[in-house]
């Protein structure tokens, strides 16, 4: 694979089952345990830890962003189930699965939900639910070549389900019709097809476009087992990533939704992976012969790749007036009051000018590499104060504010016609 896409690789962001934010909204933890004899709890951060409910195990730090901006002088190339826009001069010889394969196992079951084979590596997605962790699988291609690829990285939580990724970097003669084998007694053989990955010029070509406030989205439609499958791919500004496509939305009311032209709004149903944001959807298909469906994402939640540092002189006692204003991500905002908790914790409030009436409303951001807890509005989802430990006597603190959290409203809107998209 290229080296823009290495480049693009990144660490585990987003656990298997805890993403949906809390519907209390109220002393949200903002930042992973680094070690304080207080465990927190994340809110609206990637890096969400909950003990006793979740334990990631980080075995490589590698895992495939999604979000690859791709010129119309390129050739792209969508890889299904694991939600990356291969961006190459000219187009590749890649080999993919285009649609996931489940397989019972003992009681539980066990999905290949993504491969990609090319000249410089192999990577393959899958999830559990009820069946053991693997740490490699085997292999077989058509002519009876074995190959051996270890597990990268692996995500479970207490409700029997687990996320992992298998990764070989070099090139291995893979393609066609092969097996996919994993050494349990028995043993567990899954019969897999890898197709050659289909070639665009454009991302409108690939499926439904609409551009909105500087981010454009892109809906890849298909139909697999009677369902619905749609795949959201976007371009969007360098130092701006989408962290949720409006699919577990930050507001419930402003989530994605599939409606036909009677109105009526059919559930979709989606699964926990490895990259970041959810990106794939599922919905039921079921005597719809010739209707056209239309989905609408009202809003999405970005973070920007900005920061700022912030020098604060802290009370001696009780809270101070400080109204002190800064700008991140080109959003103004302001710290209003400091309030010294005690000898050791001091709390931030924070003003950020939150407006629904506006295209962009920054919403939330977190301290870096420092533990903290968060309020957040029940209603708005606005960040209200950050509270964090201070050295006892201290009279200066300096912090930096960092992954500032922006709403961008759309809507984004998506005709869908099941003779188009459905009918095969």
Same mark, same amino acid.
């Given at each position: 694979?290229?080296?823009?896409?290495?480049?693009? *690789?990144?660490?585990?962001?987003?656990?298997?089952?805890?993403? /949906?934010?809390?519907?209390?909204?109220?002393?949200?933890?903002?930042?992973?345990?680094?070690?304080?004899?207080?465990?927190?709890?994340?809110?609206?951060?990637?890096?969400?830890?909950?003990?006793?409910?979740?334990?990631?195990?980080?075995?490589?730090?590698?895992?495939?962003?999604?979000?690859?901006?791709?010129? #119309?002088?390129?050739?792209?190339?969508?890889?299904?189930?694991?939600?990356?826009?291969?961006?190459?001069?000219?187009?590749?010889? /890649?080999?993919?699965?285009?649609?996931?394969?489940?397989?019972?196992?003992?009681?539980?079951?066990?999905?290949?939900?993504?491969?990609?084979?090319?000249?410089?590596?192999?990577?393959?997605?899958?999830?559990?639910?009820?069946?053991?962790?693997?740490?490699?699988?085997?292999?077989?291609?058509?002519?009876?070549?074995?190959?051996?690829?270890?597990?990268?990285?692996?995500?479970?939580?207490?409700?029997?389900?687990?996320?992992?990724?298998?990764?070989?970097?070099?090139?291995?003669?893979?393609?066609?019709?092969?097996?996919?084998?994993?050494?349990?007694?028995?043993?567990?053989? #899954?019969?897999?097809?890898?197709?050659?990955?289909?070639?665009?010029?454009?991302?409108?070509?690939?499926?439904? @476009?609409?551009?909105?406030?500087?981010? @454009?989205?892109?809906?890849?439609?298909?139909?697999?087992?009677?369902?619905?499958?749609?795949?959201?791919?976007?371009?969007?500004?360098?130092?701006?990533?989408?962290?949720?496509?409006? #699919?577990?939305?930050?507001?419930?009311?402003?989530?994605?939704?599939?409606?036909?032209?009677?109105?009526?709004?059919?559930?979709?149903?989606?699964?926990?992976?490895?990259?970041?944001?959810?990106?794939?959807?599922?919905?039921?298909?079921?005597?719809?012969?010739?209707?056209?469906?239309?989905?609408?994402?009202?809003?999405?939640?970005?973070?920007?790749?900005?920061?700022?540092?912030?020098?604060?002189?802290?009370?001696?006692?009780?809270?101070?007036?400080?109204?002190?204003?800064?700008?991140?991500?080109?959003?103004?905002?302001?710290?209003?009051?400091?309030?010294?908790?005690?000898?050791?914790?001091?709390?931030?409030?924070?003003?950020?000018?939150?407006?629904?009436? @506006?295209?962009?409303?920054?919403?939330?951001?977190?301290?870096?590499?420092?533990?903290?807890?968060?309020?957040?509005?029940?209603?708005?989802?606005?960040?209200?104060?950050?509270?964090?430990?201070?050295?006892?006597?201290?009279?200066?603190?300096?912090?930096?504010?960092?992954?500032?959290?922006? *709403?961008?409203?759309?809507?984004?809107?998506?005709?869908?016609?099941?003779?188009?998209?459905?009918?095969?």
């Amino acid at each position: 694979m290229s080296n823009e896409i290495k480049r693009e *690789i990144e660490e585990i962001q987003i656990p298997l089952e805890l993403h /949906r934010r809390s519907k209390m909204g109220i002393q949200q933890a903002l930042s992973e345990y680094k070690g304080n004899k207080r465990i927190v709890k994340k809110w609206a951060n990637r890096r969400i830890l909950a003990a006793s409910v979740l334990v990631v195990i980080i075995l490589s730090s590698a895992v495939f962003n999604t979000q690859v901006l791709a010129t #119309i002088q390129k050739a792209l190339q969508y890889i299904p189930g694991i939600g990356t826009v291969v961006e190459d001069d000219a187009p590749q010889e /890649r080999y993919v699965l285009d649609q996931p394969i489940s397989t019972e196992v003992d009681g539980g079951s066990l999905v290949v939900t993504g491969m990609v084979v090319d000249d410089e590596m192999t990577y393959i997605t899958m999830n559990g639910t009820n069946v053991e962790k693997y740490q490699s699988v085997k292999l077989v291609n058509g002519k009876g070549e074995e190959y051996t690829i270890k597990s990268s990285q692996m995500v479970w939580g207490s409700n029997g389900k687990w996320t992992g990724s298998y990764w070989h970097e070099g090139k291995l003669d893979l393609k066609g019709q092969m097996k996919l084998i994993i050494a349990e007694n028995p043993e567990i053989v #899954i019969p897999l097809t890898l197709n050659k990955a289909k070639s665009f010029d454009r991302y409108q070509d690939m499926g439904g @476009t609409a551009a909105v406030n500087g981010v @454009t989205i892109t809906a890849i439609a298909n139909k697999m087992d009677g369902l619905a499958r749609v795949a959201l791919v976007s371009q969007q500004p360098k130092d701006l990533k989408i962290i949720d496509f409006g #699919i577990d939305g930050v507001h419930e009311d402003k989530r994605l939704y599939v409606a036909d032209v009677a109105g009526k709004v059919y559930p979709i149903q989606y699964d926990w992976g490895l990259s970041n944001p959810v990106r794939e959807f599922y919905f039921d298909l079921s005597g719809s012969d010739g209707k056209t469906y239309n989905m609408t994402i009202p809003e999405i939640n970005v973070t920007y790749d900005d920061k700022v540092k912030l020098s604060l002189d802290i009370p001696s006692h009780g809270v101070i007036d400080v109204e002190k204003s800064f700008e991140i991500a080109g959003f103004p905002a302001t710290i209003t009051k400091l309030e010294r908790i005690n000898d050791d914790q001091l709390r931030l409030y924070v003003n950020l000018n939150y407006n629904e009436q @506006t295209s962009k409303s920054l919403h939330n951001f977190r301290i870096d590499s420092m533990s903290h807890m968060a309020k957040i509005n029940e209603q708005t989802k606005e960040l209200e104060y950050l509270e964090f430990d201070i050295k006892p006597n201290s009279k200066k603190v300096k912090i930096t504010l960092t992954e500032p959290e922006v *709403i961008i409203r759309g809507p984004w809107k998506f005709e869908l016609p099941y003779d188009k998209y459905f009918s095969n």
